[in-house]
């Protein structure tokens, strides 16, 4: 997999190509980058498969991490964008998500914590702790206002397909929602597609987003 690292920090950029060397080698770091229209202009000229990106960056017009996403929504179909932060602030998550990234993790993890983060992004999958998650829907009604669920749409869903539809958009991988529920891998599959179709939504990511919205993690 091809990564772009985006960070101010040389000293930071270094480490993390060397954690990532270290703990797998499928992982092809391409280039870097330390402002926002530094990642912008390498992320169109390589065109990586995953942008690993800090939420605070200097230059362009002050947007930091999203900006840069948003300045590539372009090439969302085939980039991923996954957040490497120290702030776990509710408003720079919900800020990166919205704008497109995939997922969002410390830099407080390990590196081979970030390499199975950047496999799951690369795959379709969100990365998104249930810590982090939690977190962030105690802050939300500060950041985006208090939005209760529509009890409408809910009500388009199972109560099984409820239960997939949380931990899908918690960030778990398909196979731990069959074995936590018991139900095989194709049934998640099917259950997901489902809840994706009854809710107007196309992706993952899209679901994630929405169920931070309706707090309902």
């Not at 926002?36 to 200097?58: N, S």
């Not at 958009?169 to 095989?184: M, N, Q, W």
């Not at 049934?187 to 994630?208: C, D, I, N």
């Amino acid at each position: 997999m091809r990564v772009l690292i985006v960070d101010d920090h040389s000293i930071f950029r270094s480490g993390l190509r060397a954690d990532l060397g270290d703990v797998v080698e499928v992982v092809e770091v391409v280039g870097e980058a330390a402002t926002v229209d530094e990642a912008v202009a390498r992320i169109a000229e390589l065109e990586p498969e995953v942008v690993l990106l800090d939420v605070h960056l200097p230059g362009g017009a002050g947007g930091g991490g999203a900006e840069v996403i948003r300045s590539s929504a372009a090439l969302l179909d085939r980039v991923r964008f996954l957040a490497l932060s120290v702030s776990d602030s509710a408003e720079d998550v919900v800020g990166v998500i919205r704008a497109g990234a995939r997922g969002y993790i410390t830099k407080g993890s390990s590196g081979a914590e970030v390499a199975r983060a950047i496999d799951a992004v690369a795959s379709g999958d969100a990365v998104f702790s249930p810590r982090l998650a939690g977190f962030v829907l105690d802050a939300f009604g500060a950041v985006a206002g208090e939005q209760a669920a529509d009890d409408d749409e809910l009500d388009r869903l199972s109560a099984r397909e409820r239960e997939v539809m949380r931990l899908i958009a918690r960030g778990y991988a398909y196979k731990e929602v069959a074995g936590g529920l018991f139900i095989s891998v194709k049934t998640v599959e099917s259950h997901v597609s489902a809840v994706l179709r009854k809710l107007q939504l196309s992706s993952r990511h899209e679901l994630t987003a929405w169920a931070l919205e309706r707090r309902l993690l």
